[in-house]
Each structure stands twice: as structure tokens, then as C-alpha cells.
């Protein structure tokens, strides 16, 4: 028996890119931070699940297909489209293009696939192509004429990749394509540091200057910044190492914070490879910087984090139909929070620090934190809740 009193119950929040496949210590850490449904955006293998993958099921979890496993494979067009097309029927409820991590995905490309998928409701997932204040706006520009070629559009963490310096200018440009007709959404993450693996092509050229910015903000957790000697010799080591990079101007998070209504995507599993506490705080963080501070009230930022978030997603995913509200007959996907005691814990020196205030937490009525503490449910509470071609 859980007491309420005093308590708020909410619908369950979802990360709408939580970027990779979760372990089981951190779905519970995403459970802390009031998740319960987290979407694996960043282009997975073909037919993924979590089984597959070996990953945790204590959360509901979405998948995506990308095209780099396809173009690793050296496949052509036709054998392209019809190995992503198998793993839509799968499950996948979307196909992720990453122009910048990935040369192959050419303009050229990318319109050829927009115009095979174009009325056929499959979202194209982008982390767009360009990083810097003076082409940012041309890789958002790409992703608006996929769109407009009638493919619906989602944007990837838009406050660190496509608006970083411009995100008034970037809106205006998604609401005359999304007034034209276009199909635009976009997530953030309130952070103002990015991460990334040293060996990406984030760091490719003169990234310094891209992102105005300087080593004194560049670190590995929250160690001393690194010299420029250090980042050098780490970038020729083999080991995959993340790299936080503060550069990200606050009034660009607080933009996005509150002049829109987006919804957040970690960019992070949280787990034991990740240096950035955006995995495992970035709702709570969100709470405590907009909503304790009265900037936002707690009813809407509860509402934009799962109702909202269910409803803009479920064109694409219809079991988000039945979750994101609290009603008899929904799949109940809950959190008991202690407002007095929401509190983001998780920090550049300890990101793996577990957000404080959740009481209890059910992923499809199945209890897995109950007075604050982790019970062990014997079947796996999760469900992959599968992209709209798997119900065709």
C-alpha cells in the first residue's frame, strides 16, 4: 500500500530519445527520473528488440531503424528499402538519418528516401547535418524540404544541433513550413553541455571555433578541462571515450524551455559509458529549474512530458494512444512524485546520481518502485510498443 497524500500522480514521462539500448541500472535510473517509456532514436540494427540487444525490459521502449547499418552493409537502393522497410514492419517506428555522423547520408540520399516514403506515415528521425552559427540553419533547412516533400519530420536534440545559435530564427523557420502544410516536430534537453565520443565527426576540423568555444569547457565528466594535447592524444587512442563540451548558450535552453512546447530526449541510455547527467536528470532538472522557480506551472510541464508527448508520437506508434493520461482503462504507466522533494541529483562529477522525489512507479500497473524503493517484478514490465507498419 502506497498513501498519496500530499503526493502528485502523474502519467509516466517519455524520453523520446534516450539514443541507445537501456541496462537494467539504468532503466532504473531513467525510473527515478519519472520515465517510463523511452524511444531508442538513433537507428538501431534491423529487427531490433530488446531481447536481441540483451537490454533491460523494465520500461516500455520504441525502436528505430537508421541508414548506417544499411550503407555498412553496402547495400543498393532497392536492397536498402527493402531492409528497412522489413524492420518497419518489425516494429520500428521510424528511420533515423544522422547527416552529420555519417558522410554516406548524402542530400541526395536523403531525398531519394524522402521521396519513396513520402504519404506513407513513416517519421524520418534527424540529427541534422551542421553544428555552428553559420550553417545550422542550412542543415534545419534540409530537414524542412524532407518534410515538404510529405515525409513527417522529427528533429533531434534542436537546442545542441540546428538552433545552438539561432533559436528564435530556427522556429519561425519550422512554423512557415509547418503553416505550408510540412509535418516539423523537435525535442531539447536542458543542459547547456553536449556529449559526444571523441572519435564522432562533431570533432572533425576546427570544432573549436565552430562552437565558439574554448578547452576550458571541454572535459571528461567533471575533471580538470583537458588541454588541447590531451584531446589530441585521446582522439588517436582506440578507446571510445565521451567528451562533455559546454557551449550550448543558456538562453537557447531556456528558449525552448519556454517559448515552446517541445518534449525532452535525453540523447542518453545513462549508462556506465555515459559522462553527462542528461541521461538520468533531465526531467527532474526540468522541473526544478522552470517549475520551482514559477516559471512554468507543474500541471503543464506534467502534461507536456507525457500527455503531450504520447499524443505527438502516436501517429506513429498507436499504443501511445492508450498511455500519457490517467483513465480507467489505460495502461497504467504511473508516477507518485513528493513535490517538495523533486530534485535532479545527477552532475557532471556523478552522473549516474539518481533524481530524488519519486515515491512509486508502475510501467503497465506492474510496481517497480513502491515507497521509494525497487521492487523486483517477476515478469518484465515493459512492452515494445511498435511503429504504425507493424499494425498494418
Known amino acids: 500500500m502506497v498513501y498519496g497524500t500530499g503526493l502528485v500522480l502523474a502519467p509516466g514521462f517519455i524520453d523520446v530519445n534516450c539514443c541507445n539500448w537501456l541496462s537494467q541500472s539504468a532503466a532504473l535510473l531513467k525510473l527515478k527520473d519519472g520515465i517510463t517509456t523511452c524511444f531508442v532514436a538513433h537507428g538501431d540494427m534491423f529487427n531490433a528488440n530488446a531481447s536481441v540487444n540483451h537490454a533491460s525490459e523494465l520500461l516500455n521502449y520504441a525502436t528505430s531503424v537508421g541508414l548506417i547499418p544499411a550503407q555498412m552493409a553496402h547495400l543498393s537502393d532497392h536492397e536498402m528499402f527493402a531492409a528497412i522497410e522489413k524492420s518497419l514492419r518489425f516494429g520500428a517506428y521510424t528511420i533515423a538519418l544522422s547527416p552529420e555522423y555519417n558522410s554516406k547520408t548524402t542530400p541526395e540520399v536523403i531525398s531519394s528516401l524522402g521521396d519513396h516514403f513520402a504519404n506513407k506515415n513513416i517519421l524520418f528521425t534527424f540529427h541534422l547535418r551542421y553544428s555552428s552559427r553559420k550553417d545550422e540553419l542550412r542543415g534545419l533547412q534540409e530537414a524542412i524540404e524532407c518534410a515538404q516533400r510529405g515525409v513527417p519530420v522529427h528533429i533531434l536534440h534542436i537546442s545542441s544541433t540546428g538552433a545552438t545559435f539561432h533559436p528564435e530564427e530556427a522556429c519561425q523557420m519550422i512554423d512557415k513550413a509547418v503553416q505550408g502544410g510540412a509535418n516539423i516536430t523537435f525535442d531539447f534537453y536542458p543542459y547547456t553541455g553536449w556529449s559526444s565520443s571523441i572519435h564522432r565527426a562533431r570533432f572533425d576540423g576546427d570544432w573549436l571555433q565552430r562552437y565558439e568555444t574554448d ?20 582522439s588517436h587512442d582506440p578507446v571510445q571515450r565521451n567528451v562533455n563540451v559546454d557551449s550550448i548558450p543558456q538562453l537557447t535552453v531556456d528558449y525552448f524551455a519556454l517559448k515552446t512546447f517541445c518534449p525532452i530526449g535525453t540523447d542518453s541510455p545513462g549508462d556506465v559509458t555515459t559522462v553527462h547527467p542528461r541521461g538520468v536528470g533531465s526531467f527532474t532538472k ?65 552522473p549516474h546520481e539518481p533524481s530524488d522525489g519519486v515515491i512509486a512507479a508502475f510501467v503497465n500497473g506492474i510496481p517497480v518502485i513502491l515507497g521509494g524503493k525497487v521492487e523486483e517484478p517477476k515478469l518484465p514490465p515493459g512492452h515494445h510498443l511498435k511503429g504504425a507498419w507493424a499494425k498494418q
Open 286 to 350: 526540468f522541473l526544478n529549474d522552470y517549475v520551482d522557480t514559477g516559471k512554468i506551472p507543474l500541471s503543464q510541464a506534467l502534461y507536456r512530458l507525457s500527455t503531450q508527448a504520447a499524443n505527438q508520437f502516436s501517429p506513429y506508434i498507436p499504443d501511445l494512444k492508450n498511455r500519457g493520461s490517467i483513465e480507467v482503462g489505460k495502461a497504467a504507466d504511473l508516477i507518485l512524485w513528493n513535490p517538495t522533494k523533486i530534485k535532479s541529483r545527477a552532475t557532471y562529477a556523478n
Open 215 to 234: 578547452m576550458s569547457h571541454v572535459h571528461v565528466g567533471d575533471a580538470d578541462p583537458l588541454t588541447l594535447e590531451q584531446f589530441v592524444q585521446m
